[in-house]
């Protein structure tokens, strides 16, 4: 149980505040929901980069990190398709100067020309390091193309094309961060050895004067799929490799929480069914993986296999057909039941031991509503009955409305 | 609130070394060793095994992680699945691993299931069957790994840096391939396991909430000492670095991977800590002068990192980093002019106290939390060091000086020090 406290400033700044003596540290977590979600057609990756950017000088603090250093502290950040996250863990005494920082950039940056150039440089890098010099880099990218259509969801956070990062303005910049960097658009939550009443003074101090200024634009919803879709590419690489996607509901529905427990039926761990039945006791897949996205807007269930040699990805779509029949078909055990209601109890206990997550969640968990999620979601995984699962598979895992990739090694 | 002045940060008050519990310790009658640390906020136990089975005991490539993975696929009781279903049933965590001295199996999980996940764990450790089916997948598995592998330029700059640091003849340059993967063979595993997973040299750590079942479990997995000598790990002498760039050609790559390599100290050289300043200066963190110079100045790469790592008896100052191919030689020379400058330039003071608090920081962070601390402390034993060694790290970054710096790069920093290597489209 993380008990918290919680209070929203007049300018919208929501501020969450979890006391745990055990630790010298603090976390002080800003989560903005603003993410490639966020983006135009025209601008992809701009979300990510702009990322980079807040590290690049504010209106009263030329260089973020050194400050921070100074105390003992470390910081990084991240960003997703919904949102995109700073985080500061500092030694707990100095947990004003996070407050100072992170209100500086969100007040304003310092828009120099430099820190755009310099950045845009090193996110172009970025793109290569991670997607276009390695195998299967493009994977992101081909899955989300094939799997929506209109949403913004279809094209990854690093962005579509190196040129989008490359061209952007400066006026871009600006616009951007005037649109979602706003107090308003924004959680922020303190997790570590500290007192609830002087972060909430912290807050206010800080933050408290900060106009609320963010503009939420409409974003398309992404028709509902009637049709199997196929995309068949060749690569350099080693292996062949198979996804299979279908749409489900977004992070709030109840089909999110069955989609979770039925992922970790098929593919949680090496005694999972995938695991067992294409991998360890036949040798068709050398790797099977199975997810869920859990998202503001409808996400996806995937599921992605890497054959050995000598099986094709049609043998193994066949297979992973199958094995969600048996899904279908109720075909669970009580014993593998719990062993899955185990797991999401002792992920929730490992979870809840750092601070940096524990402050991350709770930011997450309010901007999907309700940071209480951070006690309660474990418990409505726990809550998910086979006849659920049943249901979902039936109604959710079609093969005649399931987007497939077929990525061939050339080799 | 009109009077705040966000021109001013606020003040920073001075990180102190955090309150740190030590180790309760037991020798066991089979002479291993148990440490444990009783703590933490949640109702978890971790319990790492740290064997003297890592690579230094084997005669044959990738026997010593063979082995352990190995271990967990069947025993004279149990399967493969029956093992990692039981393992997973109780929300357990369960990972291997092994460097050149050691093989590490860590389990997690919450306390009220800990002991019956244990005795699953138990159970590997003595009576594993290594099946030939399950060895045969290992095998095939890993040999698609390597496929993979062998077409990023980051592994593959790794051995090319192996065929230029040893010599001729010495096992360690020999880069791993399909065919080693192959020959391995079940007896090879079986003798491994015999000679090396025993109770000398073996340290368990149990850290968070258990309870004395599961302690007395661990006091009782070996009862007798055995006698099972280890072969002398003798490193052979480094070859000489020849101030060359040595490339390998990967034509699909979009990027090249830069690794250069010189000779550093182990834990237990007195030069140790102050030198694991000087490498977080120079590239241990984002404020580090490689970090500010080659990405946050000129925007050459999206990451570049300097890191000091070591065994019981080898240790290697690296500097890698991924950037443009038509680049890689303007990022060597800004690298190398960072090192001269390093040598031939006193740290300012403000730059000093600015690597001070990372590296207090630092220290501070890893007691963060129950498992942490002993994750830390038990590597302080592994590594034959004082469990108060984060004491004499915490008296090091106090009495570190710019002259001190200066003297320490050059003797370890000297650009001509280093082997080059570069994998990609070069």
């Given amino acids: 149980m993380i008990d918290f406290q919680r209070k929203k400033l007049s300018n919208g700044l929501t501020v969450i505040v979890h006391e745990d003596h055990s630790t010298p540290l603090c976390a002080v977590n800003t989560l903005y929901k603003v993410g490639s979600r966020n983006e135009q057609p025209h601008l992809t990756g701009f979300a990510h980069l702009f990322e980079h950017l807040m590290f690049g000088g504010s209106v009263n603090v030329p260089d973020f990190d050194k400050i921070l250093q100074a105390t003992g502290g470390e910081n990084n950040a991240y960003t997703t398709a919904d949102y995109t996250n700073y985080y500061e863990v500092v030694p707990a005494q100095n947990v004003e100067t996070a407050f100072y920082l992170e209100s500086d950039r969100m007040l304003s940056l310092a828009f120099t020309p430099k820190s755009l150039e310099v950045q845009r440089k090193v996110v172009i890098e970025e793109f290569h390091q991670r997607y276009l010099n390695r195998p299967y880099g493009d994977i992101g990218h081909l899955m989300r193309d094939i799997s929506y259509k209109v949403h913004p969801y279809r094209w990854p956070t690093i962005g579509l094309d190196v040129e989008h990062i490359a061209k952007a303005t400066m006026d871009d910049v600006r616009q951007f961060f005037f649109d979602n960097y706003a107090p308003d658009n924004a959680y922020l939550a303190v997790a570590g050895n500290v007192d609830t009443e002087k972060i909430f003074a912290l807050a206010e101090k800080w933050f408290g004067s900060i106009e609320r200024h963010a503009v939420r634009r409409e974003i398309a919803a992404e028709p509902e799929q009637t049709e199997r879709r196929e995309m068949r590419v060749e690569r350099e690489v080693p292996s062949d490799y198979l996804a299979i996607i279908w749409h489900i509901g977004d992070r709030l529905s109840h089909d999110f929480y069955v989609g979770d427990i039925a992922t970790d039926i098929l593919a949680y761990g090496s005694s999972s069914r995938l695991m067992q039945r294409l991998c360890i006791d036949n040798n068709i897949c050398s790797e099977v993986n199975a997810t869920v996205g859990g998202n503001i807007d409808p996400g996806t269930l995937m599921l992605q296999a890497v054959p050995m040699p000598g099986h094709s990805l049609e043998e193994v779509e066949d297979l992973l057909y199958k094995q969600l029949q048996q899904l279908a078909n109720g075909d669970i055990s009580d014993y593998e039941f719990q062993k899955v209601k185990n797991n999401v109890y002792s992920r929730q206990l490992f979870d809840n031991v750092d601070v940096k997550n524990k402050a991350a969640s709770l930011a997450l968990y309010e901007m999907f509503g309700d940071a209480h999620m951070i006690n309660t979601d474990p418990l409505r995984l726990q809550n998910v009955t086979i006849a659920e699962i049943s249901d979902f598979v039936q109604r959710t895992c079609d093969p005649s409305k399931a987007s497939v990739l077929y990525y061939k090694s050339k080799q | ?426």
């Fill in chain 2, 1 to 426: 609130m009109n009077s705040l002045d966000r021109t001013k940060a606020p003040q920073v008050y001075p990180i102190t070394l955090p309150e740190i519990g030590y180790f309760e310790r037991e020798t066991l009658a089979s002479g291993a060793k148990l440490y444990t640390l009783r703590g933490g906020s949640q109702p978890i136990t971790q319990i790492i095994f740290s064997f003297d089975a890592g690579r230094r005991c084997q005669d044959a490539q990738t026997l010593a992680n063979t082995t352990l993975n190995m271990m967990f696929e069947g025993t004279t009781t149990r399967t493969t699945a029956q093992i990692s279903t039981e393992v997973e049933y109780y929300g357990a965590d369960l990972n291997v691993d092994s460097n050149m001295d050691n093989a590490r199996i860590s389990l997690s999980a919450p306390t009220k299931f800990i002991s019956q996940a244990l005795e699953v764990v138990v159970d590997c450790l003595l009576h594993p069957t290594f099946p030939q089916k399950e060895l045969t997948r290992s095998k095939d598995v890993r040999s698609e790994q390597l496929k993979y592998n062998l077409m990023r330029s980051e592994y593959v700059v790794g051995d090319v840096m192996k065929s230029l640091v040893w010599p001729e003849g010495c096992d360690y340059r020999i880069p791993l391939t399909h065919k080693a993967i192959h020959a391995l063979k079940r007896e090879q595993l079986i003798e491994f396991h015999k000679n090396f997973f025993t109770p000398e040299g073996l340290s368990i750590f149990v850290a968070g909430q258990p309870d004395e079942a599961v302690l007395d479990m661990l006091r009782n997995i070996y009862t007798q000492p055995t006698h099972n000598e280890r072969p002398a790990y003798i490193p052979p002498k480094r070859n000489a670095p020849d101030g060359k760039v040595h490339t390998k050609k990967l034509p699909q790559s979009t990027q090249c991977t830069i690794l250069m390599k010189a000779e550093g100290v182990t834990a237990k050289h007195p030069d140790y800590t102050d030198l694991s300043i000087l490498i977080a200066l120079f590239g241990g963190y984002f404020g580090s002068r490689l970090m500010k110079n080659i990405r946050e100045d000129k925007g050459l790469t999206y990451g570049i990192s300097a890191s000091l790592i070591y065994d019981s008896k080898t240790a290697s100052i690296n500097v890698q980093s991924s950037v443009d191919s038509e680049r890689y030689k303007l990022v060597i020379d800004e690298i190398k002019k960072e090192m001269q400058r390093l040598i031939d330039e006193p740290v300012s003071t403000e730059e000093l106290e600015q690597v001070k608090s990372y590296c207090r920081g630092s220290v501070a962070s890893v007691y963060s939390d129950i498992f942490n601390t002993a994750r830390n402390l038990g590597g302080f034993i592994i590594d034959d060091l004082s469990e108060d060694f984060v004491k004499v790290q915490w008296n090091s970054v106090d009495n570190i000086t710019p002259a001190r710096l200066q003297q320490l790069a050059t003797q370890y920093l000297r650009p001509e020090l280093f082997h080059i290597a570069v994998a990609g489209n070069v």
